[in-house]
């Protein structure tokens, strides 16, 4: 079974210390990096580097329950911490956007909430979940962008047939856009990968790669008659 994506950082130590979890919990797991990738620039910006810690879909439940419960008996906030300063609406932020945040600092958020006199049940943190999966899932993050990416390929698409020997290099472009509109992924916090684009989009994309073709053949077939 191929693994997804179960926590990314650029601190090595935070991936390393998530994995020590999943190996008292006996979940299996697999860490990469782009470390050993040449790039001269990692020498002077480590940031660069980027480890990702895998594991099977199926695991995901119960590795983020062995997270938030190693995490919640951990915790201890440092006096300062920037998370103090935040307002409770802030807070709650967090904890709607878990995949937004380090297990540290969703943690410290519920500390927070609960010390402020505002304790999040385990049911309403379940009910907070289920509904920023469903929005991940039927919703974009940028949905005006996602509007005007697929505008910009019925451009392309028809400026190159328009000024097909002059820029023709615009309809390959939207060739491009029209498959990545039609196969792009995406992953959930649950591990599950589904279309990034929804039905009605990707339907969008099947026509702007049925428009480049059209006007593909249309410019061949205006070579072959000359």
């Not at 997270?67 to 951990?74: C, F, L, M, V």
């Given at each position: 079974m191929s693994k997804s994506i179960f926590?990314?950082?650029?601190?090595?130590?935070?991936?390393?210390?998530?994995?020590?979890?999943?190996d008292v919990h006996s979940?299996?797991?697999?860490i990469i990096s782009n470390e050993k990738d040449f790039n001269p620039s990692f020498?002077?910006?480590?940031?660069?580097?980027?480890?990702q810690l895998l594991i099977?879909?199926?695991?995901?439940?119960?590795?983020?329950k062995a997270?938030?419960?190693?995490?919640?008996?951990?915790i201890s906030i440092p006096d300062g911490y920037y998370l103090l300063?935040?307002?409770n609406e802030e807070l709650k932020e967090i904890l709607s956007k878990k995949d937004e945040w380090n297990e540290f600092d969703y943690e410290t958020a519920k500390k927070i909430l609960k010390d402020r006199g505002e304790n999040i049940t385990e049911q309403e943190l379940n009910s907070i979940n289920k509904e920023r999966l469903e929005s991940l899932r039927n919703e974009y993050e940028k949905p005006k962008e996602v509007k005007n990416y697929i505008i910009f390929g019925y451009i392309l698409a028809v400026v190159g047939c328009l000024l097909s020997l002059v820029w023709s290099s615009a309809i390959l472009?939207?060739?491009?856009?029209?498959?990545?509109?039609?196969?792009?992924?995406?992953q959930?916090?649950?591990?599950?990968?589904?279309?990034?684009?929804?039905?009605?989009?990707?339907?969008?994309?099947k026509r702007i790669l049925l428009l480049s073709f059209l006007f593909t053949a249309f410019w061949i077939l205006i070579f072959i008659l000359k």
């Open positions: 926590r990314t950082s650029i601190d090595k130590f935070i991936i390393e210390e998530v994995a020590s979890v999943l979940i299996n797991y697999e020498i002077t910006d480590t940031n660069k580097i980027e480890y099977d879909k199926d695991d995901f439940n119960a590795a983020n997270i938030s419960d190693y995490y919640a008996q951990e300063d935040y307002s472009i939207s060739y491009a856009i029209a498959i990545v509109i039609i196969k792009l992924k995406k959930l916090p649950n591990g599950e990968r589904i279309s990034y684009f929804n039905e009605k989009d990707r339907k969008q994309g």
